[in-house]
């Protein structure tokens, strides 16, 4: 079964940056999409942004867009999100997620419910 781990997270002041990686266990693993998520205390899990592994589509939550930038890191099989002008909000354990199976229809592209492989979480905390 395929794992996903997420490293990077950390603290850092509000307008500061950082950088999270998700990697998966297997080179070989064969998906759709990737996505990252996030959790604040008390809240629900919610969607940060997602983009099509083979290229050509990207979808990021109005609150992090112009800020936050997600890639692919084709040598380490990895995908990378950006984080800059951090805010406290931002403060949440970050998830990294996959699908498997095609995803279609724009809305669908941000229910955790179309991930079918999660890793186990970042925090990220964001002081004022």
């Known amino acids: 079964q395929v794992q996903l781990a997420e490293s990077g997270g950390g603290l850092v002041q509000a307008g500061g940056s950082l950088r999270l990686s998700c990697a998966a266990s297997e080179r070989t693993f064969s998906r759709f999409a990737m996505g990252w998520f996030r959790q604040a205390p008390g809240k629900e899990r919610e969607f940060v942004v997602a983009?099509?592994?083979?290229?050509?589509?990207?979808l990021y939550a109005d609150s992090v867009k112009g800020r936050f930038t997600i890639s692919r890191d084709n040598n380490e099989n990895t995908v990378v999100l950006q984080m800059n002008s951090l805010k406290p909000e931002d403060t949440a354990v970050y998830y990294c997620a996959a699908s498997r199976s095609p995803i279609f229809g724009g809305s669908t592209w941000s229910r955790t419910t179309t991930y079918d492989v999660w890793g186990q979480g970042t925090q990220v905390t964001v002081s004022s």
């Open positions: 983009m099509r592994w083979s290229g050509g589509f990207t």
